[in-house]
């Protein structure tokens, strides 16, 4: 992790799809002819959005997180609730490249991943941001796609191989995704210190058009730069449904920026407009070309002065975004030695300027965005004071070292949480004490998750999104919003319901099962034919498993055909909108077929 990149934000289908299978199979050295066992059981590579009830449950997670084995995908979307709680995941950050002195430098340094990379295009280096600013060759391609997880780190128990073109974190996704096959990975462009060249990649027709083809090159076609053997073309196909744009701050002042980046205060409004038309015309250009629905998103600001800078509050804007996620969090924090609450629901006129949950979202409805196109946003972390008491909106001795602890260390110190309401009862925040430290905080712990989950329902939004994972690493935070969600009426998003597989244990490569055993992959129930230990499901219909239904299904029903499901005189199987039954033993005979074992029922 580079200190540039632990630095917080600013204050203020049920079948793997045919690309990401082509990653899986690059990753695992398998020939593509082996990756399904029936070309015709992939009906579609559309992937439409997911939904819990008609509404987001959005998940962010800083790559660097993926080198703590407490901290990666496995520990929390295995070990952890996040798997089931989860709609969209935007795995953060992405780069985009400095000037041509920059990248020289970099190259004569040694630095891997830039052959070929040209300025201010998306990119995926081993380059290190020697101090803040500093940022226009740094990547994290180790972690990325280059760093081999043993089987004990890995999500389904595989350990990475020198021969895998693709390793690293990125692996691990293709590997969620099959434990997941419905959950959305967006790649987050730009974050608190990498937002340095979004201003002059974005700054005239030809620099937009060639800044969003080198993005869809990278992250949707998977084409890698070679490291240490790993990488290549194709390497990372499949794997992000999609763009998150996370650009801090377009146009405004300094004091919303990380020190280096550059900005023109004229003209970047409409540049960011611009840029979000370009990669929307070329992304729908690539959905006519593969049927794959791509999404795009934006992380997008509280301040009213940054709103209005960047074009925020534009509906011009938003009608090529899917959604986005609305700062809810870091409203007030430790650079004011006064303690207070940094994401209050109502804002109050004598402090902090009014700024509240309530103002922030209302600049945005009021302007015309659609409110399903809002998720609110909560912390999995807390500011925090020191030599401070335990009342709200007191002096205090300035901030803690680091200015923040995440929700997982504030439960572990056990600092004793309480609720802040308004004169007329209604719940506003909560916020921390610790009384053998002096220190106070203001976080989101699940009851506040559950109230602000049920307040951004009730004014009509999309759902929810935190920053980030890794600090509620069992998914308290995500599951208290996941109950409320699950529990209210049905939203108002059109999209595919998220599916938890409950019939049995996700399947783990480590893992020696015995004759009849059970498990879950690429969304569907598989069951053992005989002893096997590392063998993947849903690979072969000459192997060691077979299909028995998908996730959610009612299996007292008729189910549809499986190439790979071994069945006997007398088994009935749904295909083409027909029954049919088999009249012997049959494997991997398409029904209809003429000779075949099976005839209309």
Known sequence: MTPAQSTRRSPLGKVIPLALGAALALSLGIAPAAQAAEADATDSTSTPTTTINGYRNVGYYGQWMADDPAKSLKALFIDGAHGRSITHLNYSFGNIAGDQATLDAARDAGVKGLDGVEPYTCFIS??????????????????????????????????????????????????????????????????????????????????????????????????????????????????????????????????????????????????????????????????????????????????????????????????????????????????????????????????????????????????????????????????????????????????????????????????????????DGKFNASYGYNPSTSEFFSMDDPVAVQHKTEWAIANGLGGVDFWQLPGDVAGDLSAASLGVLTAAAPGPLAGAEKTVCEEAPLWNGSTMYARGNRVVLDGAVHEALWNTRGEYPNTTTTGGWQTIAECGADLTAVQPWYADHVYLKGAVVTHDGEEYVARWWTRNEKPGTAGSAWVVK
């Open 126 to 423: 081993d380059g290190v941001a020697s101090a803040p600013g500093e940022t226009g060759a740094a990547g994290e391609a180790d972690i990325d796609f280059v760093r081999a997880f043993s089987a004990e780190e890995s999500i389904l128990g595989v350990a990475d191989t020198k021969k895998q073109k693709l390793a690293g974190a990125f692996n691990q996704l293709v590997q969620l995704k099959r434990a997941y096959p419905d959950l959305k990975v967006l790649m987050s462009l730009g974050g608190w210190s990498w937002s340095k060249s979004f201003s002059t990649a974005v700054a005239t027709p030809e620099a937009r058009t060639k800044l969003v083809s080198s993005c869809i090159d990278l992250y949707i076609d998977g084409n890698l730069p070679e490291i240490d053997g790993r990488g290549g073309d194709g390497a990372a196909a499949g794997i992000f449904d999609g763009f998150d744009l996370d650009w801090e701050w377009p146009g405004a002042p300094d004091w919303a920026q990380e020190v280096g980046n550059v900005i023109d205060p004229v003209n970047d409004k409409a540049n960011f407009l611009a840029f979000a038309q370009e990669l929307r015309a070329q992304l729908d250009a690539r959905e006519a070309e593969n049927g794959t629905e791509y999404e795009i998103t934006t992380f997008a600001p509280a301040s009213p002065t940054v709103i209005r800078a960047g074009g925020w509050n534009d509906p011009a804007l938003w009608e090529n975004l899917d959604f986005g996620n609305i700062q809810g969090y870091d409203l007030w924090g430790p650079w004011g030695n006064q303690t207070g609450h940094q994401g209050n629901i109502y804002g109050d006129p004598a402090f902090n300027g009014g700024l509240g949950l309530d103002t922030v979202i209302a600049t945005y409805k009021n302007a015309g965005i659609p409110a399903t196109k809002l998720n609110l946003g909560l912390a999995a972390y807390g500011q925090g004071w020191k030599d401070a008491v335990r009342e709200p909106g007191q002096p205090s001795g300035g901030g803690v070292a680091g200015s923040t602890r995440t929700w997982d260390e504030l439960k572990a110190a056990g600092i004793e949480i309480e609720y802040a309401y308004t004169a």
